[in-house]
């Protein structure tokens, strides 16, 4: 559960209002807006990748605005989709003139308020395409991809896109390599405890003693199994065997994210990553710069996921380009 709080109501403008003054020379707020963008705005005719969703998940998504990585986030309440005129101011303040790529978890309120700012932004003459995130296997079969959720690997598809709008792609090619990383990107995870809401005692979901879930989802929402709690390395092979299972044919380079949900320390994390890597070189895969750390949160929920994205020439390379935000940085 949260301890720091003024007024619950005012938890997330208190949390972004911090948040600005830390990283000032990251980002701006959005004028107008529940957003925060890159220090100076747009770039003059080049693509802007915007990102977004509800609070609750950082550094996702303020966290991963800035060279390299996204061009501004629009802000909603704790997992709960930011509005369409929200969405559409956060839109107008970043049009560069060469378009806009909106990239978000495939959530019924995100898909619905974001698909309006689009739809009215390319009334007013704005080049504005959507890409969705559906990596989480544990919500949808293989052959009905539309329907998962964007959970971890989030960050693999922003991270793509906005090298891919760095270096000066259209909005055309911005946006088919965002999709092709959504489809090489898969996570699975666990929980060892639910998440509370600031201003609550009660989390959301609990999880029985001597147990975990699986399959969980970033919104408070439970395991699709619960399972009896096993050693790290047990934990490892159930994280990475249904990911290999997805395994595209003939891939063998990934990039890899061990990511905490908020409650889970780094050293836990690196106790079961080392399982993991061993599990994936048994398996030939050869992982390319692997992150283990939060990325995509869930409050305060004690657990884990495992992301792979499989990758090409050309995603590696951008997987590879530098960047420099709040919370995530990689040289040259």
Known sequence: MAHIYNDVSRFVDDAVEGFLAAYERYVEAVPGAKGVMRRGGPRPGCVSVVVGGGSGHYPAFCGVVGPGLAHGAVIGDIFTSPSAEQVYRVGRALDGG???????????????????????????????????????????????????????????????????????????EVERLARAANAATTTFGAAFAGCTFPGRSEPLFTVRDGTMDLGLGIHGEPGTATVDWVPAVDLARLLTEPLLAERPQGASRAAVLMNGLGATKYEELFVLFGSVHRILRAADVELVLPEVGELVTSLDMAGCSLTITWLDEELEDLWRAPADGPAFRRDA
């Open 98 to 172: 060469a378009g806009i790529l909106m990239t978000f978890g495939n959530y019924a309120g995100d898909v619905m308020n974001f698909g309006a700012a689009e739809q009215r932004l390319r009334s007013e003459g704005t080049d504005c395409r959507t890409v969705l995130v559906t990596d989480d296997i544990a919500s949808g079969a293989p052959t009905s991809r539309e329907l998962r959720r964007g959970i971890a690997g989030d960050f693999t598809v922003f991270k793509v896109a906005g090298a891919a709008a760095d270096r000066g792609d259209s909005i055309d």
